[in-house]
């Protein structure tokens, strides 16, 4: 059983940068996803980036397009914590933040992850 709990959420100016955390209470290491989600008011939940166990020190990063060359994810595995660097946030990055992790389908919906966080609020506003 993984238990996930998201921080570092909060307001930020456009272009402003904000870095996220989930800590996770039984080991990560050993999931095959790991992701980041976000949801904002009225829209789906979207997959923002992600890592899939590729082998057992490489994991294989992809983001939404949407994000890339602006958000970072990553993984301290001695902490068993995983990360999200957002820099030149904008409006439409606003959002409730999820942390997940599962073994299925790393690049899927939503459901494909059975470990979900209860969400960290970032608004980009000026």
């Known amino acids: 059983e993984v238990q996930l709990v998201e921080s570092g959420g909060g307001l930020v100016q456009p272009g402003g940068s904000l870095r996220l955390s989930c800590a996770a209470s039984g080991s990560t290491n050993t999931k095959k996803c790991l992701a980041w989600f976000r949801q904002a008011p009225g829209k789906e939940r979207e997959r923002v980036a992600s890592l899939e166990s590729v082998t057992r020190r490489f994991r294989a990063v992809a983001y939404a397009d949407s994000v890339k060359g602006r958000f970072a994810i990553s993984q301290d595995t001695a902490k068993n914590m995983v990360y999200l660097q957002m820099n030149s946030l904008k409006p439409e990055d606003t959002g409730i933040y999820y942390c997940?992790?599962?073994?299925?389908?790393?690049?899927?919906?939503?459901?494909?992850?059975?470990?979900w966080g209860q969400g960290t609020q970032v608004t980009v506003s000026s």
């Open positions: 997940a992790a599962g073994d299925s389908d790393c690049l899927g919906a939503p459901s494909a992850y059975r470990y």
